[in-house]
């Protein structure tokens, strides 16, 4: 053990694998040694089983740990901590006769910590780099009978400063774990290289193979099965590989001992007039990251899993994948190859905790560590190099700069210079083809589209991409259209990926009731930790879609559509990469628009109902793209016929003289009825934007300013003809600022209709969240029926994805129910009716922002977890006149400026009655 402690401090790779190599599918026998093993923490723990590919920490054997940026021990490198959990595998087996026949290997697709590797007492290699393959020869090792492998496993080492990847630390072996045959005379490697010329529509391929024998290399469908390895072969006619059109054409390259088959795509990637280019066409990403994850099994993602991922990415326009921030598994770039999804794959490489202490002692510019960035750049390329999805190398995360990554590109321009190398954190963009970027503002993205950003002349001769953008936290994304219409603007902006696919929340059971309970950071003890900070996903762990999915739908669609009802037009933009529409049904005909054109087509528009267009994939039935007018409504009125009684009774309704406000509306008791300018904070409202870093969150303004505490004074209450008129002034304590209120109350006798006017005074110190009306009833809601927008929320900057049309949602759904509670569920209704069980309450208005819930806003702001929330007894409803919009301050920009909610004064008419 000794030895073993002492090594975990050597900043250089791990020693005795074999050279790093394509995975292939070849016919050589194999064998998996998944299963169950046995394990011990060391010293002296007692063995127990558990499942491989898995982790340890869940599988009772430790705690998970999540950490963004701050590494969860002292920052000392290369040392790691005493306090560093051993864990040893050890799983028996007896080999494959057919294995044995061969000279073998020993592969690890993925071992999370540190390894040290042993097979029948033979010291076969250390493991470094947790998220990389590494194979061991156990030719001279491997024997008939029972075999004993064993895998000693520290959780941190010398290069757990180079895994600090926004992630959980979870120690174990969470990848495949398999025994090869190497036959004599097969194949060590093979690196398929292919173009594709778009001027006339040729492709060239050429394969290199490691071998001691003649290799052939066979394309049946091209019909050759003669070709030789290491020579470039001209096809005269071949189809392209694109995300849209993800053409594959198998290979097999083989020798008398060995055949290996390929899947591969004649595509050329470049770069021209700073413009980022595939098969000689503009190419625009509509991407998103994707860490692996699974609410139970952690970074074991299995490929059924994986492909359901990939499908439901296609289905909501996704076409491009940055694997954040390491190698997938290795399957699942076969996915990506046959579904169609361009891929960024990620070197296993972030240092972002030295950020923290001013890049001090960082390894990216330490010459120590050269042997580790190289060892971990080679795995990474050399493993996925045959895959026509990988458009991109990327050489880490967040690892500051200096000698290490400048050296990496450099090998990984000269291994492969048919593909681009990006990394986003060296802004000089010296030793990389794309200017990457991440949350850059809209404000600066548009100067670098319009090349007037002051640059060097290197990086002004580069594309432009936002490797992360969008943070999907909570409630959110907001201010996904803005980006977008500048990718569509501007030629040199190559889009971006999404921050991110997929919440890191993890399953921790079930309540007495039922509920699910999901986990985040501080949730297992660990006393270094951010939180709710892995909860930001457009997905939830469970891959259930959150409303984001449906705006991110509508956002990226590949081709626009614009009505002008006015002029009876319908403009089609078609935005694909290299399809035209023929393959989409519009339920009329479509023009001819080839890609990356527009067409204008007459189009009868109703004038008094909504219309809606939707283009569908004729293949499948997949909405592509909609687009939908809808006329202006009329407001909902009454005729007023009941009068103000001396009583303060109004048709259905009874107020309280003390507050003016309305207490019964039928047979519905009302409470708590106030004018209100705040909301429970959306993990957005805590974020400080990235343009206004000098300044408290959105939510500590709220704070500070105790808009949650509005206290409200009764000014008086008239009559004026048929309406009850209440003026009144609310306030937070301390400041001398706050809202005077105008409740004009009419009623037809079955209704009571609300024209409410607020106006601000005194100097306001911050925003607004909201401007409207709150009010209590004391029985819980069922669902939640309406005309309007829907069927997910809208906030002035979201909803993207809502369209006009009526809808039907239970309580949970409506209010949009997060892992951390929050701000959510607004819905901009005309005619809405909320279900308390046999009775309810309808709202009628034009465009009212309205929100259902079973919990005050105050619980809400206060509770950790959903499911920690109580058993829904009451219910809360809000009518809004104006709403602010939600940004992506949890990482990024705030509110845009249009989207913000200025002290102003409002306006709120709507009708409510007992239903």
């Not at 003649?214 to 071949?238: E, I, K, N």
């Not at 921790?508 to 006393?527: A, K, N, V, W």
Request: proline share 8%; net charge negative; hydrophobic share 35%.
């Amino acid at each position: 053990m000794t030895s073993f402690r002492t090594e975990l401090a050597s900043p250089q790779p791990g020693r005795g694998s074999l050279p790093a190599r394509a995975h292939l599918r070849s016919d050589a026998p194999r064998q998996s040694l998944d299963g169950t093993w046995r394990v011990r923490a060391l010293p002296g723990g007692d063995w127990s089983e558990v499942r491989v590919p898995g982790h340890l920490p869940l599988q009772g054997h430790g705690s998970p740990i999540y950490a963004n940026v701050q590494f969860p021990f002292p920052v000392d490198p290369p040392h790691p901590p005493d306090d560093n959990p051993v864990h040893e595998h050890r799983r028996e087996f007896e080999a494959d006769p057919a294995v044995l026949a061969h000279p073998s290997a020993l592969r690890f697709e993925g071992v999370d910590g540190a390894a040290t590797v042993w097979l029948n007492d033979v010291e076969l290699g250390t493991v470094r780099g947790s998220r990389l393959t590494h194979e061991f020869d156990t030719t001279d090792v491997l024997r008939a009978g029972v075999n004993v492998l064993v895998v000693r496993l520290a959780q941190w080492s010398a290069h757990s400063y180079l895994e600090d990847q926004d992630m959980w630390w979870m120690p174990g072996i969470f990848r495949s774990v398999t025994l090869l045959a190497r036959p004599s005379g097969g194949l060590r490697d093979v690196f398929v290289h292919t173009t594709y010329d778009h001027r006339d529509g040729s492709g060239t391929l050429r394969v290199e193979a490691g071998s001691d024998a003649v290799v052939t290399v066979s394309v049946p469908s091209l019909g050759r099965d003669d070709l030789g390895a290491g020579q470039t072969h001209h096809f005269r006619s071949v189809r392209p590989w694109t995300a849209e059109t993800p053409s594959l054409y198998d290979v097999r390259v083989h020798t008398p001992a060995e055949a290996v088959t390929l899947r591969i795509g004649f595509r050329s990637v470049h770069v021209d007039d700073a413009t980022l280019m595939l098969n000689g066409r503009p190419l625009l990403l509509r991407g998103v990251n994707r860490h692996e994850h699974h609410p139970l099994h952690g970074r074991t993602v299995d490929l059924d899993t994986a492909r359901a991922e990939l499908l439901l990415m296609k289905e909501h326009n996704i076409n491009a994948v940055r694997t954040s921030h390491y190698p997938p598994q290795a399957d699942f770039l076969d996915l990506t190859d046959e579904l169609g999804l361009y891929v960024m794959v990620e070197n296993d490489l972030e240092t972002h905790g030295f950020e923290l202490n001013d890049w001090r002692g960082n390894p990216s510019d330490d010459p120590q560590w050269h042997d580790a960035y190289l060892d971990r750049m080679r795995r990474t390329v050399e493993r996925d190099k045959n895959h026509a999805s990988v458009l991109f190398w990327s050489l880490g995360n967040e690892a500051g700069t200096g000698v290490n990554l400048d050296a990496i590109a450099e090998w990984t321009r000269q291994r492969d210079p048919e593909r681009l190398v990006h990394y986003e954190g060296d802004r000089r963009s010296l030793h990389v083809d794309v200017y990457s970027r991440m949350y850059a503002t809209t404000g600066e993205v548009e100067r670098i589209g319009a090349f007037t950003e002051p640059e060097d002349d290197h990086r002004r001769e580069l594309p432009f991409l936002l490797c992360e953008y969008a943070h999907a936290m909570g409630n959110g994304p907001g201010g996904l259209s803005e980006y977008q219409e500048l990718f569509h603007r501007y030629p040199r902006l190559a889009g971006g990926f999404i921050w991110e696919w997929v919440e890191h929340a993890l399953h921790g059971g079930t309540t007495d009731d039922g509920r699910t309970i999901q986990l985040y950071g501080g949730d297992f003890g660990e006393t270094v930790h951010d939180g709710s900070f892995v909860i930001d996903g457009l997905v939830h762990a469970d891959r259930t879609p959150g409303p984001g999915l449906a705006d991110v739908a509508r956002v990226f669609a590949p081709v626009g559509l614009t009505i002008d009802a006015e002029r009876s037009t319908l403009t089609i933009v078609n935005r694909y990469h290299s399809l035209d529409l023929s393959h989409l049904d519009a339920g009329f005909p479509l023009p001819d628009v080839p890609a990356g054109a527009t067409a204008t087509i007459p189009l009868k528009v109703p004038s008094t109902t909504p219309s809606t267009i939707s283009l569908r994939d004729r293949a499948d039935g997949r909405e592509v793209a909609w687009t939908q007018h809808v006329p202006p409504r009329p407001p909902a009125t009454i005729v007023p016929s009941a009068v103000p009684s001396p009583d303060l009774r109004l048709g259905p309704a009874v107020f309280d003289p003390r507050t003016g406000m309305p207490v019964r509306l039928g047979d519905l008791d009302l409470h708590d009825v106030a004018v209100s300018l705040w909301r429970a904070p959306t993990e957005n409202d805590r974020g400080i934007g990235w343009e206004e870093r000098d300044l408290p969150s959105m939510a500590d303004r709220w704070s500070a300013a105790r808009l949650a505490d509005l206290r409200t004074r009764l000014i008086d209450v008239t009559a004026d003809g048929a309406a009850l008129v209440v003026r009144t002034r609310s306030g937070p304590p301390v400041i001398d600022a706050g809202v005077d209120a105008i409740w004009r109350w009419t009623s037809d006798g079955a209704a009571l209709a609300l024209d409410l006017t607020i106006e601000p005074y005194g100097q306001w110190p911050c925003e607004w969240a909201r401007a409207g009306v709150d009010l209590r009833l004391d029985r819980p809601t069922t669902r939640v029926t309406w005309a309007g927008w829907g069927p997910g929320p809208q906030y002035p900057d979201t909803g993207q994805g809502a369209r006009y049309g009526t809808f039907t949602a239970g309580r949970d759904e409506f209010a949009v129910r997060t892992v951390r509670p929050q701000e959510h569920g607004a819905r901009r209704i005309d005619d809405a009716t909320v279900d308390l069980g046999g009775i309810g309450v309808r709202v009628r208005g034009v465009d009212v922002p309205l929100t259902v819930r079973p919990w005050s806003r105050g619980v809400i702001a206060m509770t950790g977890h959903d499911h920690e929330l109580p058993i829904a007894t009451s219910t809360w409803i809000s009518l809004d006149a104006a709403t602010s919009g939600v940004g992506t301050a949890s990482c990024g920009q705030g509110v845009l400026p249009a989207y913000r909610l200025q002290p102003s004064a409002q306006r709120l008419r709507v009708i409510l009655q007992q239903h």
